[in-house]
């Protein structure tokens, strides 16, 4: 049975020699991303409010050296669809910093692949210097066919570059192991306009549902009983058919899955839960909005400041959740490429069941390991850095009281 542990080491080793076979539910990477960049661990003053000193936390720049060649030569002889991608990447870039980060990464991606569960998913933090390397990458490793989403996550407020727009955002490519996959859907609240456009607010205080077009359909007829007339209405007249939503068929009874299409209508209109409104152009579902009711989040998570007041039944703003750090946030702990709690909560809510196991082998500061911990998962985190563990380890004691060796294994 996994137990929580935090490794100091190259992550490589440690994935080979330490983590069993599909033993992990989540993983989740934030590697360096070849920006040719050295980064810092920013210690502050008392009152946060200036660095005082700088340590070295990593340098992000890769070189075409003996230990890159290497690497190189070993998966090229090892055959298979990533050495067709290794030779394809060196006919494209020649020798140079991005084939040597490639190659380098390469046969910690395929590591990271052994240890994930069928059911398991990947998520892999990237910024545009590699994004698209990386993908066809993942493809070769994952296969193409289990790419689920790019996901795209504002990082920063704005960029003023004097001759291009300005980057803001990095990518999450989101694969899974194959196609049985664990995954929760995750809403984001509905706007307030949205609710006062679509809902009134009857006597007892509920809000209910008026207006949203026809949800009792889909598009294009059909031949079967699904587009047959139904109380007057003719769906295959308007080129639709009846599809009786998930929202009113998950309050019908036990029996209710096994009756046909119209019997299914006849059903709901009996209970109540549809409505046939004088001059309507089609019946409408009976439903009132809920707490936990929302758009199911899309492939964008950005921030939006200034929104604060405009969500329903909450008075943050537009995806406040993910909203990068600032410069004075109270979370920052001075390490650059640190990320939000509340990024990798969203992730792990939605990729990891319940008592699962998270991965981060570039684990940097502890976030991921961090979100895992509040959110009741069994975490793994690698780093090579010794700040960065030091820094992790300063985070579980300061936040949870947690010692290496009592309440968590510490391997170096």
């Not at 100091?8 to 080793?13: A, E, K, P, V």
């Not at 795209?152 to 803001?168: D, N, V």
């Not at 995954?183 to 209910?208: C, D, N, Q």
Request: net charge positive; proline share 6%.
């Amino acid at each position: 049975m996994a137990v929580n542990t935090l490794y100091f080491g190259d992550n490589q080793q440690v994935l080979r020699e330490s983590i069993p076979p599909e033993s992990v539910d989540l993983v989740y990477l934030d590697p360096p991303f070849n920006s040719k960049a050295e980064y810092h661990l920013l210690s502050s003053a008392a009152n946060g409010a200036r660095a005082v000193r700088t340590v070295s936390a990593f340098a992000d720049v890769w070189r075409w050296d003996q230990q890159a060649q290497d690497d190189f030569a070993r998966l090229v002889k090892e055959g298979g669809r990533q050495a067709e991608v290794m030779r394809a990447f060196q006919a494209l870039l020649d020798s140079g910093s991005m084939l040597a980060y490639l190659a380098t990464m390469t046969p910690r991606l395929r590591e990271l692949y052994r240890v994930l569960k069928p059911t398991g998913s990947i998520y892999l933090h990237c910024d545009p210097s590699a994004n698209h390397y990386l993908r066809v990458l993942m493809d070769a490793i994952f296969g193409a066919d289990q790419f689920r989403n790019e996901i795209i996550w504002r990082r920063t407020g704005a960029h003023g570059p004097r001759r291009s727009f300005g980057p803001i955002h990095d990518t999450l490519l989101f694969y899974s192991k194959t196609a049985d996959y664990f995954f929760r859907m995750l809403k984001r609240p509905y706007m307030r306009g949205h609710v006062a456009r679509r809902y009134r607010k009857e006597s007892a205080g509920r809000l209910k549902f008026i207006s949203g077009g026809n949800v009792l359909t889909g598009a294009n007829a059909t031949g079967g009983e699904s587009g047959k007339p139904w109380k007057g209405f003719d769906p295959a007249a308007k080129n639709r058919h009846w599809a009786v939503p998930g929202f009113l068929a998950e309050k019908m009874p036990t029996g209710f899955a096994k009756l046909g299409v119209l019997a299914k209508l006849d059903a709901l209109f009996d209970a109540g839960f549809i409505e046939i409104r004088a001059g309507a152009a089609w019946p409408v579902p009976v439903r009132y909005l809920k707490r936990d009711d929302g758009q199911p989040l899309q492939d964008i998570w950005s921030y939006q400041p200034y929104t604060e007041g405009t969500v329903h039944n909450a008075e943050s703003g537009i995806d406040a959740d993910v909203a990068w750090l600032g410069p004075t946030d109270p979370e920052r702990l001075g390490y650059q490429t640190q990320k939000p709690l509340g990024l990798l909560k969203r992730i792990i809510r939605s990729s990891c069941p319940e008592g699962g196991v998270v991965l981060d082998p570039f684990c940097g500061c502890g976030t991921t390991l961090v979100a895992a911990h509040k959110l009741d998962r069994v975490w793994l985190g690698i780093d090579r850095a010794k700040v960065a563990i030091d820094l992790s380890k300063r985070r579980f004691r300061d936040g949870f009281g947690l010692e290496p060796g009592k309440d968590y294994r510490f391997v170096c």
